[in-house]
């Protein structure tokens, strides 16, 4: 199995809503990332988390909130987003970069296409 | 974050070669060449990566200069199927940063 499961496809939220987005990997895979990316750009990576815990957080807003409960899992919690938080979600998942030195691959998602109204 | 420089569109023609060009000048001699493309409408998609000898797999090869400031992607034969964004990478410590990739055409 070499899927990333995201769910849900589509979200629509409002600005006071709190909603989350889940990632699931069953590849054994000790990395998982959370990505946004808007409409014509490229991926944006948001946080990484290393053995469950996070390692490194760039310099997102609070208002995202990620979770990290097991190795398979991976949540992204949401609550008072802004119109301009509207994207494309994007989950993966790798073996440990630092681990490997790079000679491995990541998995993506198929993403959450969140819009806030 | 160590930076790759892409042009930002090239088109092809359908079952013809690919040669898409990657620069990163700012290269360490540790660092892996990662190349990702996206499908309209999908997630990111692992092509190929390299460290310092040309790589082969069932999709590209990846042709690495000897000083490995630059690298090149190759698709032998392109398909409509190919036309995506494809994005060169060089990955610093844990971080796989994705930089404006090349928006590849493929004209039947």
């Known amino acids: 199995d070499t899927e990333v499961t995201q769910t849900p496809k589509h979200l629509v939220m409002g600005m006071t809503n709190k909603k989350s987005l889940k990632c699931e990997q069953h590849?054994?895979?000790?990395?998982m990332y959370w990505y946004k990316q808007k409409a014509k750009k490229p991926p944006e990576l948001m946080f990484v988390?290393?053995?469950?815990?996070?390692?490194i957080n760039e310099s997102v807003p609070s208002r995202f909130s990620p979770e990290c409960p097991n190795s398979s899992l991976l949540n992204l919690h949401l609550h008072a987003l802004q119109p301009e938080d509207s994207a494309l979600y994007l989950c993966?998942?790798?073996?440990?970069?630092?681990?490997?030195?790079?000679?491995?691959?990541?998995?993506f998602g198929q993403g959450t296409r969140l819009t806030v109204v | 974050d160590a930076k790759t420089t892409q042009p930002n569109s090239m088109e092809s023609n359908e079952e013809e070669p690919v040669h898409l060009p990657c620069n990163h000048s700012?290269?360490?001699?540790?660092?892996?060449i990662h190349w990702y493309r996206q499908l309209p409408s999908q997630g990111p998609e692992y092509v190929i990566h390299?460290?310092?000898s040309n790589v082969n797999n069932r999709m590209a090869s990846l042709a690495i200069a000897e000083d490995r400031k630059s690298s090149t992607l190759i698709l032998h034969r392109a398909t409509l199927r190919d036309a995506a964004v494809y994005y060169c990478?060089?990955?610093?410590?844990?971080?796989?940063?994705f930089g404006a990739g090349t928006i590849l055409r493929v004209k039947s």
């Open positions: 590849m054994g895979h000790r990395a």
């Open positions: 990478i060089l990955l610093v410590g844990n971080k796989l940063v």
């Open positions: 390299g460290l310092t």
């Open positions: 988390y290393s053995y469950e815990k996070l390692s």
């Open positions: 993966a998942s790798s073996q440990i970069f630092i681990w490997t030195g790079g000679d491995t691959e990541a998995f």
């Open positions: 700012t290269i360490s001699g540790t660092d892996y």
